[in-house]
């Protein structure tokens, strides 16, 4: 066999034992990547999959799910770690406990819908990226994995990938930025945080995370865009002149406010964009509902849209036929769409005929509706619920 073809070999070999510990993260609408790291069955991943919901979902290539808690989180590194509440029985991964070499090919996993695992080759272009006040590993390529591990040909991790920079990002000097997911944190930099988690589980618990500021590692709130200690805008903040279009966009961000004032939502919403909010909203069945709120850029209307069911995995046409006359049933009242593997449910009103009181009945109606359909739809053609 040619050295191409063994490494072929070796590399398949790698993915096949690696992806036995790859989980599925997902928050609300929120997905990403996490690996158990650690003999306790904690699991690694990014702060960007798990946003700041204290509770996320699970599920393993093999089929196994379990809800997960929040423990720990790094803002500043996009890192989480979470613990399942069944601990899942996968291997952890183990750590490289020095730095790759420069030049070095590794693979970069991320598990995807339907318990599959996506493998990107790439090579190690650098290996002491300062980003702010961060130092990073510098891929050749994007890898787009949020929270996933890279592995070298031996299955060990060497850095978590897909970082997501905050906006306006630079690389210290003159040089241009990165490639928007092409940097990984080091594994070797999180020896410590990984050492100080190998503990029995039953000490974590009662443990929640506290979220940093990563410019003066002052504890902040995730509904409030500046750091209340020193002013910095925090990775999730907007600047206001990203809401400075004119009077109609102005006045619709203070809609927006007012509307979550009314909703009474806590914990606090958080900002995900401009004239953009994520919240939770309570459903009738005592759970929590993960909302989405904007305001298009012209401040003309407001939307309000929720995650409801995975896609079935058979079936399609008549789900996708199915989807399209409830549509054409809904009027103006409700809108169903499918963005990737998930089908959402939304509103659309102008902010000129949205009254005081109105946009929080709104939400609490999509709210209501999304438990409806959630069954009618969920049941008959076996799509998984969100939420």
Known sequence: MSGEGTRIRAAADVVALARRSLVGVRSGAAAGTGWVALGNGLVMTSHDAVGYEPTVELEAADGQRSRGRVIWVDVARDLAMILPAERLSLPPLLARPDLPRLGEPVLALAAVPDAQCRVVSAVVSAIDVRVGALRCLELDRAVGSSGGPIVDLDGRVIGVGGLDLPRGARRRGAAPAPESGSLAIPVAALSRALATADVAREQFEGRSPTYRCPACNEPFDGGEDRCAACGRLLPHGWEPADVSRGAATADAERLLHDLLAEL???????????????????????????????????????????????????????FYRCLLTLNDQALDTHRFSVEGDTVYLSFVEPTALVRPGEGAARVRELVREAERYRKALGEPFEAAPIG
């Open 264 to 318: 009474g939502v806590r914990p606090a919403p958080l900002r995900v964009g401009p004239r953009a909010f994520r919240f939770s909203c309570p459903t009738p069945r005592g759970t929590n509902a993960e909302v989405v709120l904007t305001a298009d850029e012209d401040g003309a209307t407001i939307r309000g849209k929720l995650a409801l069911l995975r896609i079935p995995t058979a079936n399609h046409e008549p």
